[in-house]
């Protein structure tokens, strides 16, 4: 309050009431190959159900990407996961002609962003991409529909009568070369209700009408034949004709994906309210072959009764443009043409007609003006080391941006591995990077080969010192469920997962290893299982952490040293994660002095905050004892003039127990124990 210069009462509020805050030291992070979902931006996946539904289920290639993620979520339930793909990765894409060579969009904020590109796209002919980089892209079908999906074909009729239990038909088309588009599974109507369902589509040879080549497509794909002369076409049911048919007679045909709508509209609501008509469609998103669904042909999702107007609206005033609609809630697809007829962005206050779908495309459509359009040319690469660096890992680098705090590295390259100790993990001072040896060092190795080869990879390939980061002993078998065969796996996402689960089951402090809290899951068996107490010598004075199988007992992490070289208080996990946990939440607090007084009240108040934090990580168990020293013995004049504030923490950290000696001590009968034990 400044000084007051005449009469009055003022009301100031003083809120002592701050704490040190509860911080997040669990959230893993991972930057891996996927087939599909976001790219270069940062993810949080809650368990392996949602891991798989977003990026894709794992194959031969990346199944370790997948299940390091995935391994860490049986302990932990926070995982912050970025998709890398190289350089060479594309969207799939289609044009009304068909597929088309695939864009560049790797996220909603580079679709959003890139509009020369999404319009250079649009003026090219593309209608729709894949939403992510990816060759399951296409495994995509879209499907436009205008109205109900049926259609009558004015001056095609029956070339010849069709009798009671016939297989097929033979009907004329027009004299002009037009395209008519026919899929398996479209259902022919009769004017006097009779309707058949189609099996193939079969074209005659300039007017031959006893030779005809059958031009059937896959399942759901509409295959177009064009006239040659007033030639015919011949449909053959999926089951005999129930009534006999007079030569002549006319029919109309109801599209396959008819049965996925329900509405019968041609225009929409608004648009009719303001004088427009035909803007009206349905879009449907179909698993094309089957690779997302395990069904060919089934429906992934669908937009019902959205429009081609930009400006459209919907009763309740939210906007029902189909395009805006698709970016806003597709998980497959973005639209990229505009109006679907020459590529602008048309307003009902512009255009009132919107065009026949199948005058877009040139083509009489089988169905009431339906566009099957299946994606293609979308690609997978697998990204480099650089890329996976400057693409994912990097992400995780800014503790201001990023909350992470344990990163199971999978199956990096100590190149790679090296970077993210040393960018990520050495420059924040809050997380810690979890390694395992190369496959090659442990799998398919005698115990003696792996001992020796993990014993050069620590001493020369990863000659690393860090307190914040972890190796262990290597590799286990598990089981692919999604492709039920065993896979070998490095264990670092189960180490950092035991790391995770301890935090919830006791504290961050307490040590994940031993038999009560370092118990790895979904082990099939180890690669490596250094049983014997001299192989776990050998590797223990490396830094490097055995995961040993015990009869009867599981497998268990049977070590807890972080991977610093020099003897300290910090070459144990819990130390380590005890001291992130208080530097991190003390530095939380910590931000709101700055800019106040640099005075004995300030400095009291920050004692007053530490203090009790302190004693509350005490009475759990983290540190014996502490001394905080806040005053003017380091708050010195100099200090205080060149705006420093300086705080000097002291604590004890408990340590964890790796050795245990019991000595049994026999006796005399007549001893008295009194005179000989304490």
Not at 62 to 70: E, H, K, L, Q, S
Not at 186 to 200: P, Q
Not at 489 to 513: C, K, Y
């Amino acid at each position: 309050m400044g000084f007051r210069v005449s009469p009055g009462v003022s009301i100031k509020e003083i809120d002592l009431t701050t704490i040190v805050p509860a911080v997040a030291t669990t959230p893993g992070g991972y930057a891996g190959y996927y087939y599909w979902g976001p790219c270069k931006q940062i993810v949080t996946v809650a368990n392996e159900t949602e891991l798989a539904s977003i990026f894709g289920k794992p194959d031969s290639t990346n199944y370790v990407d997948f299940f390091t993620p995935a391994n860490f979520l049986q302990y932990g339930n926070s995982m912050q996961v970025v998709r890398v793909v190289g350089s060479a990765a594309t969207n799939s894409a289609t044009t009304i002609a068909g597929s088309t060579g695939g864009l560049d969009i790797n996220n909603e904020n580079e679709y959003d962003a890139n509009p020369s590109g999404i319009s250079t796209a649009a003026t090219n002919g593309v209608v729709f991409t894949g939403k992510f980089p990816g060759a399951l892209g296409n495994s995509l079908r879209v499907v436009v529909i205008s109205g109900a999906g049926i259609t009558t074909y004015g001056g095609v009729t029956l070339a010849s009568p069709v009798s009671f239990g016939d297989a097929g038909m033979t009907f004329c088309v027009k004299d002009d070369a037009e395209k008519y588009n026919f899929a398996y599974g479209d259902e022919i109507r009769f004017a006097d209700g009779t309707s058949v369902l189609v099996s193939s589509v079969q074209r005659n040879l300039a007017g031959n009408t006893s030779s005809f080549v059958d031009v059937t497509a896959s399942n759901g794909e509409y295959q177009g034949v064009t006239s040659e002369n007033g030639g015919f076409m011949k449909i053959v049911f999926q089951n005999p004709i129930p009534k006999a048919q007079n030569a002549g007679t006319t029919f109309e045909v109801k599209s396959l994906y008819s049965r996925f709508v329900n509405t019968v509209a041609t225009t929409t609501n608004y648009a009719d309210s303001v004088g427009g008509s035909g803007d009206l469609i349905s879009v449907l998103v179909m698993d094309r072959d089957g690779k997302w669904t395990g069904t060919a042909n089934s429906l992934l999702e669908k937009f019902e009764g959205v429009s081609r107007a930009k400006d459209a609206r919907n009763g309740d005033g939210s906007g029902n443009y189909y395009k805006d609609v698709i970016r806003e809630q597709s998980n497959y697809i973005y639209a990229i043409s505009r109006d679907l007829a020459n590529n602008t962005d048309n307003q009902l206050s512009t255009k009132t007609d919107w065009t026949k779908l199948s005058a877009i495309s040139g083509a009489r459509l089988m169905g009431h003006d339906v566009v099957s359009l299946p994606l293609g040319n979308g690609a997978n690469a697998t990204p480099t080391d650089s890329e996976r660096w400057n693409d994912g890992w990097s992400y995780f680098a800014d503790a201001d941006l990023v909350d992470v705090s344990l990163l199971p590295l999978g199956n990096a390259s100590p190149t790679l591995a090296k970077l993210v100790i040393n960018n990520v993990c050495e420059k924040r001072l809050d997380c810690m990077a979890f390694a395992s040896p190369a496959s090659t060092d442990v799998v398919n190795a005698l115990p003696y080969e792996a001992l020796n080869n993990l014993k050069t990879f620590r001493d020369s390939t990863f000659n690393v010192n860090s307190s914040y980061a972890v190796l262990d002993s290597g590799w286990k078998y598990q089981l692919d469920t999604y492709n039920n065969v065993i896979r070998p796996m490095p264990l670092n996402a189960d180490i950092a997962g035991l790391v995770a689960r301890t935090e919830f089951t006791n504290e961050a402090w307490f040590s994940p290893a031993g038999f009560n809290r370092g118990q790895v899951k979904s082990v099939v068996k180890l690669a490596y299982n250094p049983s014997s107490e001299a192989h776990r010598d050998e590797l223990y004075t490396r830094q490097v952490n055995p995961v040993v199988s015990f009869p009867g007992e599981g497998v268990i992490l049977f070590g807890d040293k972080t991977m610093q070289t020099k003897p300290s208080a910090f070459d144990r996990i819990n130390v380590r994660r005890l001291f992130i946990i208080l530097e991190k939440a003390i530095a939380t607090a910590s931000k709101f002095f700055l800019f106040e007084q640099n005075d004995a009240f300030t400095r009291a108040q920050f004692k007053n905050l530490v203090v009790p934090f302190l004693k509350t990580v005490q009475q759990r168990r983290g540190i014996t004892d502490f001394k905080v020293v806040c005053d003017e013995t380091n708050n010195t004049g100099e200090v205080i003039d060149r705006n420093e504030f300086v705080a000097d923490i002291f604590v004890k950290p408990t340590r964890s127990i790796n050795f245990i000696q019991l000595n049994f001590i026999a006796t005399k009968t007549g001893v008295n124990f009194s005179e000989v034990g304490g």
